[in-house]
């Protein structure tokens, strides 16, 4: 979150400041993401489920003074995960911020529009053969192909490929991914894929399992994301379209 509020602060402090053209700075409206995303916290009844996806309303004044607008929207984005993470909240996919013009606004304000996004349905199709029987086929959920560089104290770096399939990390034989570090719990943390993002769950382990330095209950990684659990530290890379990953 630091490193996003840095971000906008170099951005207002700059020459192209000048094109703000009101008292409207790119932190305020990333305290109005965070709020609109507080306030429905524990969305379609589950605890601490967020919004992902955000629309923010701007006059179109305020809006060309964003500039680049791209990359501030990814800013902002950025920014709202962090907050999500810092704070514990399940997030179904990662954050998307769109910037749009609504001249009934007048300068300096803004509105934000927060959903959650949709759950992908279960195809369901007629089976002839069965006098008409709906037959509910499970789809096969995928993540991005991803490798996880694990990092043990006193052993040398490995890298495990993953694609969504569950993996269960911890001092356990029967864990999919058995860390040889005392501070882990024998079953300490699940990743798997969910509505096409790969999720870290913790699974109540004795000392905790932190993403990029914030202790969380479960999200959603991304590449470059760091999880710290107990000496052990893992960072997920991209998979190269060559090293063919798979789980």
């Known amino acids: 979150m630091s490193r996003v509020e840095r971000f906008f602060e170099r951005l207002v402090e700059r020459p192209s400041a000048r094109l703000f053209r009101t008292k409207l700075q790119p932190l305020q409206i990333l305290r109005r993401i965070e709020r609109a995303m507080e306030a429905q916290r524990g969305a379609q009844g589950r605890p601490g489920l967020v919004p992902d996806q955000f629309v923010v309303h701007l006059h179109p004044d305020d809006l060309a003074g964003l500039i680049p607008a791209d990359e501030i929207a990814g800013e902002f984005a950025s920014g709202a995960l962090s907050f999500a993470r810092s704070r514990g909240y399940s997030l179904r996919e990662r954050p998307r911020v769109t910037l749009q013009p609504d001249p009934r606004l007048r300068p300096g304000e803004a ?103 914030h202790r969380i209950t479960e999200v959603a990684l991304g590449a470059g994301d760091r999880i710290a659990i107990g000496e052990t530290t893992m960072v997920i890379e991209a998979a190269s379209v060559e090293s063919g990953a798979r789980p």
């Open 111 to 213: 509105e934000v529009d927060a959903v959650v996004s949709e759950v992908r349905e279960v195809p369901v199709r007629e089976d002839a053969a069965d006098g008409g029987t709906r037959v509910f086929e499970i789809p096969v959920v995928r993540s991005p192909d991803v490798v996880i560089e694990v990092r043990e104290p006193n052993l040398p770096a490995r890298r495990v490929p993953a694609s969504g399939a569950p993996i269960r990390i911890g001092r356990a034989p029967d864990c999919e991914l058995v860390l040889r570090d005392s501070r882990v719990s024998r079953r300490h943390a699940r990743l798997a894929a969910r509505d096409g993002v790969l999720v870290l769950t913790d699974l109540g382990s004795t000392n905790g399992t932190r993403v990029n330095g």
